[in-house]
């Protein structure tokens, strides 16, 4: 017997669909000598630290660091009778197909089954990028050994390992050290919740410290003999009026300025006329998607990724949406005339994407080296789905991702950039202006920015003051993060991280995974640091007293992303086979030892204030006592 054991049910009757015809059983379907059976996402969890000894359901500083010599998963209650089941069927394979959805995370579902029942046998992996049934019967042949994916299993183990870690023993002892400065409630500590809570915080202070500063501008209008256009003063780099940020906050000067020049005459001193071309937007990442939908249609990020997995899972309409990946396999640009076809037959009359596609060009997304396990998101070939059947944001989102696979069939967009510095009563003016020369993709995505080209000019052209215009500005403090920037500072960690050697090496390393930012948000909002506040229709995220109360309380290794960021760059080492799982746990040992021995020496609690109340808290859990087992970890000395 072979064995096919899918991450969920949906997926196990897909793959039954594919093979054959089926026959139904309790937990499982059989196609002739297949049985095809499945997870329920993770059968199997971390076990707690009381099952490695009684004692340490007390949380007991003289417990601290509890680090497990021998790591236990226990099954989870809700789908025992499934794992049950796995387990018998185990008994009974030949050999195993893992079918885990095709990520870190899919790959730990099943192999930590197969890990629980010591299965030895020949054990396959199916690597699904889409679950249409000609795509499923593509994937069955191409399948390789599994033990081609083991670096992925075990940098999926490091990950929950060092959340474990982290998580339990921090939360236990800044909740002691937030506790001994007569503070009520428990403190919740993430190895990646902290860091993303505390970028939220650091904005939110940014904000309420903010000092607007009044600055002044000078627009012209100056008068060719082809027609008219309004040039901005440029005040010269090194003048000591200038602040660092190269504004002018002295009316006086700026009114001198426009005196000296009104009513005077000036010479066009530079004009260029450059040829720009911008290539089609790539196609989404999860990132991206996510952070589109909320600046369009002002969905959160958990809700974008709800809405690509029923694409991908439910409908078959759109490739796997959990990827870092922009980029497309370049043997696959063949198949976009099939695909379009596809998708266009399923919209029938209601296709109103403009313009006409040609596929005989290949824009800069089709580059296998820029991709990993999985490509960006781009539509199927599934045919006869009734569009009917998605809910409105379903088909907003689907036609979104469309879109964006639709524009590598457009030609570029290209645009003539012009630039002037006029040069008038020693005192120069810059000018720009854009005219499009070649509509291209912005057929599909047109911009909201109209053309405001120039005169046609030439250098040494004569041009006449026709109006001075001052501006009163003022300076405004940074935004808000809402669902698309919070996602994106958390992608791009390195732009929060001040040490210039950090910053370069995780340039391309954020902080989360595109499966589990927007959970890590959602959880922050769930726990009550955060919540999503609306000021003009706009939805943004603020940081309660409670989120406050816990920046205050942890160092700044919680606070910045860096540590977190480096932690991400090495379970990326892990996953490509270039660092052991023992190396990259050794160091999450020895940043918990390190904290730990803070929080007992008193320093952590020396930076928290004293009578804050976070929420009531919980019951004190019973001091039990036993004897410790072969497998718990080691108590640390008092």
Known sequence: ??????????????????????????????????????????????????????????????????????????????????????????????????????????????????????????????????????????????????????????????????????????????????????????????????????????????IESFVPVDYFVLDVVFQHANGRFTATWAPPPDADYIDPSGHVLNRKIVQAVAGAVHGKHGRISVFKTTTKSINPPLPFSLGELQKLANTLFGLSPKQTLSIAQALYETHKLTSYPRTDYCHLPEDEHRFAPDIIAAVKSNFGDKWDFPGTPDFSLKSPAWNTSKIGDHHGIRPTNTKGRNLNALTSTELSVYRLIVRQFLAQFYPPYSYASMAATVECENHSFAANGQKMLTLGWRELIPTDKPDVPLPSMSVGDAVATVEPILRAEQTTPPPRFNGASLIDAMEKAHLFVTDPAVKARLKETGIGTPATRAQIVESLVGRGYVTEAVKSKKKFYLSTPKGRALYTAVPDSLRKPDLTAYFEEMLKAVERAELPVATFMSHQSKFVHKLIDDVRNGSIAAGIPAGLVLEQPAPAPRRQTARRTSASPRRPRN
């Open 1 to 206: 017997m072979r064995l096919w054991i899918a991450e969920k049910p949906s997926v196990g009757k897909d793959i039954a669909a594919a093979l054959g015809e089926s026959v139904r059983g309790d937990g499982f379907i059989t196609v002739g000598s297949d049985v095809i059976s499945w997870c329920i996402g993770h059968l199997l969890e971390q076990a707690p630290p009381e099952a490695y000894d009684p004692a340490y359901s007390e949380w007991a500083l003289d417990y601290l660091p509890i680090v497990p010599e021998r790591w236990q998963m226990n099954p989870c209650g809700a789908t025992k009778s499934q794992l049950n089941t796995l387990g018998m069927l185990l008994k009974q394979a030949d050999s195993v197909v893992h079918c885990g959805d095709a990520a870190r995370e899919g790959q730990m579902i099943v192999d930590e089954v197969l890990e629980h029942f010591r299965y030895k046998g020949d054990v396959h992996r199916l690597w699904l990028r889409e679950m249409n049934t000609p795509a499923i019967r593509a994937a069955i042949k191409a399948m390789t050994p599994n033990s081609r994916h083991q670096a992925l299993y075990q940098s999926a183990l490091a990950r929950s390992r060092a959340d474990w870690i982290m998580g339990m023993n921090l939360t236990r002892g800044f909740t002691h050290a937030w506790k001994s400065r007569g503070n009520a409630g428990p403190l919740h500590i993430g190895r990646v919740q902290t860091p993303t809570l505390c970028m939220i915080v650091r904005r939110d202070l940014d």
